[in-house]
């Protein structure tokens, strides 16, 4: 597997830029349709845009680099494998995170382990949310321990709307539930994380 995704990045050195862009970046899109079309070096931008983000999100539960690193891989080796899948006029971000947090899942299931209550909280990927407040008035620490006290998929839906800055229809897609599911979800998974966190130092 890692021969083929290191295949897949040679003569990925060159800057791409989309035509009659004013030498703007492309975007995710357009990149991956030109890797489609046969560029290769599309495909290695996008893994240096999002493996380092796809890397934390598996880093959040599963500590062993080694399957952090196998799952990244795993990942974009999906990604390529269904290339002719991708819906013209959707995005690719929420697909990637689709892919890596389903991958995730299967880890914990192949070896029937219970998900570590880790989270690495990095105040640089925080949208500009009311539950951003949260990071101001609390350490790290206790926002972890916090956020370790959610069932799962609350803590999925939360880690991609919070953390990874995706909307909740994106999130939706991403774990494959309606919207009004992944509203409630985050709505109890935040009344939980204020009443860990303490009423006057949680989000309004």
Do not use: C
Request: no cysteine; charged share 30%.
């Amino acid at each position: 597997m890692l021969g083929l995704i290191m295949a897949l990045l040679l003569g990925a050195t060159r800057v791409l830029r989309s035509p009659g862009d004013g030498g703007g970046e492309p975007s995710d899109e357009d990149l991956f349709a030109r890797y489609v079309d046969g560029d290769r070096a599309a495909f290695g931008v996008l893994w240096s845009r999002h493996a380092p983000a796809i890397a934390r999100l598996m880093r959040k539960q599963i500590r062993r680099s080694e399957d952090v690193n196998d799952l990244v891989q795993q990942t974009f080796l999906q990604l390529h494998r269904a290339r002719r899948d991708f819906r013209q006029g959707a995005r690719l971000r929420p697909w990637l995170y689709t892919i890596a947090l389903n991958l995730r899942r299967e880890y914990w299931r192949r070896y029937a382990r219970t998900p570590i209550a880790h989270v690495e909280l990095d105040e640089r990927m925080l949208p500009t949310t009311e539950q951003a407040d949260i990071v101001g008035k609390e350490d790290a620490r206790r926002v972890r321990a916090a956020l370790a006290k959610l069932p799962a998929g609350q803590r999925d839906v939360i880690e991609l709307h919070w953390l990874e800055g995706f909307s909740f229809p994106e999130v939706a897609q991403i774990v494959g539930a309606s919207l009004s599911a992944v509203k409630v979800r985050a709505h109890r998974g935040y009344k939980v994380l204020r009443k860990h966190l303490g009423p006057e130092e949680g989000p309004v």
